[in-house]
């Protein structure tokens, strides 16, 4: 019996926008600079001028960054010794830490719950840009918003929504693959939207927001070596500390560079050697809103890995396949996807929780076994499942470049072949959770509630519930702060 299941949601005018690039990038050309367009926008912009798909997505945001981070305070790694620090160092009681409790400053508030963010690889993203917008300024606006309190919901939807189109139209207008030259592009370029986030909170004016997106420079960092090992999970903890630090430091009056994004030795020409699209960047900059191309991830793994994993879910649940019956399981994907394919031997047999997170062949194993994939398939004592492993040596990846595509994640074409001789096979290309696939906000709320069960700290359950309504209705809540303190 043969399927194939090719179909794919009416795109519309929600498509992500696919810029034709120029041969004329902002390097080079003597142009005011970037970071005074943002800034101004920064300044202008007011809640009336957010669209409503957008406010949503931030109040989707919000609830989903603040699940996956409580979930890493026992399931990743290095979150529970930032906190330590953070408290050893004591200073003046600010902002909450998430969980863990106490209050402190606020950028080392931001730092510890930025750290956790990411940690599992379970928060939000932009698919074109591949980032990670949530992870990336939130943590700083919500340290913030308590250390200037009380910050009303509206203005935090429009300093989060900012902070959120920034960091994905930088990612967005990069030309270059996201480690090519050895960066690390989250906590790199997460660091200007934060500090510009935070300088919308704390009110700057256009001059000193401007200076807090330059300094920001100060703090851009994450060489590509971070991918490997538990450091990797923990970048945007620095990225959202700079963030505050840079727009103190402007509102303090002091002063920045005057091309600290597009200057000869500025940003784009020293990380990425100029190779970026500045109409990508500036284009319809407060009137196209990104954040209406925020995607939510349904599991805890890498974002490449997640079509094969949906395609493996449709096979195995429609057809009633069994672990057993399965001869073989081949997955076709775009060269894009080399890096979780190979070499093979390891992706079939991960040794630590990050790889198994970005195995193709691994994950897909997950999803036959287990129909689902859940949090729990991701603990260390869990990678090492004899029936997992069995399969994910059955599992055959195929690389073709006819399935790459210029943005976002690559799609997976799954055919699993049965001991009887029968083959199944459909394609997903918009994984769920994809904007154009979205979650909706039932799918959220039982994610952040999956999430809040692996809290190193029992929360009580009527907090729980009373964040997820004030996240529903963060446009009417008075005190956003009133948020971190019931999970701390």
């Known amino acids: 019996m043969d399927s194939m299941d090719k179909d794919k949601p009416e795109v519309g005018e929600k498509k992500f926008p696919d810029h034709s690039l120029t041969e004329t990038a902002g390097a080079g050309k003597h142009i005011e600079d970037s970071s005074f367009a943002f800034a101004r926008h920064f300044v202008e912009t007011g809640y009336g001028n957010i669209p409503g798909d957008v406010v949503e997505a931030v109040k989707k945001s919000v609830l989903d960054t603040l699940g996956v981070s409580i979930a890493a305070t026992t399931l990743g790694q290095g979150g529970r010794a930032l906190a330590e620090i953070a408290k050893e160092g004591g200073g003046k009681e600010e902002s909450t830490l998430l969980v863990f409790g106490g209050k402190v400053p606020a950028w080392m508030a931001a730092f510890v719950n930025g750290g956790l963010a990411h940690s599992l690889d379970y928060d939000d993203l932009h698919h074109e840009g591949i980032c990670h917008p949530g992870g990336a300024v939130l943590p700083a606006a919500l340290a913030v918003a308590e250390r200037v309190g009380p910050v009303h919901g509206r203005d935090f939807i429009t300093a989060a929504a900012l902070g959120q189109d920034m960091v994905m139209r ?54 590509g070596e971070l991918l490997r090992g538990e450091l990797r999970g923990l970048y945007d903890g620095w990225a959202n500390k700079g963030g505050i ?22 940003f784009f020409n020293v990380y990425y050697r100029g190779e970026y699209d500045r109409d990508v960047l500036l284009a319809d900059l407060g009137k196209k809103y990104y954040g209406s191309y925020l995607g939510f991830k349904p599991w805890s793994s890498c974002s490449v890995t997640q079509p094969s994993i949906d395609a493996t879910l449709k096979l195995v649940t429609e057809h009633d396949l069994k672990p057993e019956d399965i001869e073989e399981m081949t997955v076709t994907v775009g060269t894009q996807a080399r890096f979780n394919c190979e070499p093979l031997e390891y ?142």
């Open 347 to 488: 992706v079939r047999k991960p040794k630590t929780v990050m790889d198994a997170k970005f195995s193709v062949p691994y994950t897909m194993a997950i999803a036959a076994v287990r129909r689902k994939v859940t949090l729990a398939d991701f603990m260390l004592e869990n990678i090492n499942d004899p029936v997992i492993l069995a399969l994910a040596q059955r599992v055959v990846p195929v690389l073709t470049s006819e399935l790459n595509v210029q943005r976002g994640t690559p799609p997976a074409v799954v055919e699993i072949k049965t001991k009887d001789g029968k083959k199944y096979t459909t394609r997903t290309d918009y994984v769920f959770g994809h904007y154009l696939n979205p979650m909706p906000w039932e799918a959220i709320i039982e994610k952040f509630r999956d999430c809040v069960s692996y809290s190193a700290i029992p929360l009580p359950g009527k907090n729980i519930a009373q964040v997820i309504e004030m996240a529903q209705n963060l446009e009417q809540v008075s005190d956003v702060g009133a948020i971190m303190r019931l999970l701390g």
């Open 170 to 223: 930088m990612t967005a207008a990069l030309r270059t693959h996201m480690l090519l030259y050895n960066w690390m592009r989250f906590p790199v370029i997460a660091v200007f939207a934060a500090a510009a986030t935070s300088g919308k909170l704390l009110g700057l004016d256009q001059e000193k927001m401007q200076a807090a997106i330059s300094a920001g420079l100060c703090y851009s960092a994450g060489a």
């Open 245 to 266: 630090f840079a727009a103190l430091m402007a509102q303090k009056g002091i002063t920045g560079t005057q091309e600290p994004l597009e200057g000869q030795m500025g």
